[in-house]
């Protein structure tokens, strides 16, 4: 059975971090290609980072690009997303996702193109 379980989620100020985690099963992890997307109310569902198979190649979106950090552990079937510098705007439900690349990674920045997520975990940035 697939999973892919998001943690780490939660509420803090502006400016704040939080370190978000998801653990994923039943799949090859260091075949796939892993992201981060998130969705606010309303909004469609916006990309955020990515991170090859190794762990050396990641892509960020130009608004989070300096501030956040993806990264994998291989080991552990996880993949991390350390966000510095929230801003309120960035207030929403956060997904990891993965996808099937191999040994290859070209960034992909479409849900579409991901087709295993988890349930997500929220984040509220507010004083």
């Known amino acids: 059975q697939v999973q892919l379980v998001e943690s780490g989620g939660g509420l803090v100020q502006p400016g704040g971090s939080l370190r978000l985690a998801c653990a994923v099963s039943g799949l090859t992890f260091s075949l796939r290609t892993m992201g981060w997307f998130r969705q606010a109310p309303g909004k469609e569902r916006e990309f955020v980072a990515s991170?090859?198979?190794?762990?050396?190649?990641?892509y960020y979106a130009d608004t989070v690009k300096g501030r956040f950090t993806i990264s994998r552990d291989n080991a552990k079937n996880t993949v991390y997303l350390q966000m510095n510098g929230l801003k309120p705007e960035e207030t929403a439900v956060y997904y990891c996702?993965?996808?099937?690349?191999?040994?290859?990674?070209?960034?992909?920045?479409?849900?579409?193109?991901?087709?295993?997520w988890g349930q997500g975990t929220q984040v509220t940035v507010s004083s």
């Open positions: 996702a993965s996808y099937y690349s191999g040994r290859t990674y070209t960034p992909k920045t479409k849900p579409s193109d991901y087709n295993y």
């Open positions: 991170i090859s198979w190794s762990g050396t190649s990641t």
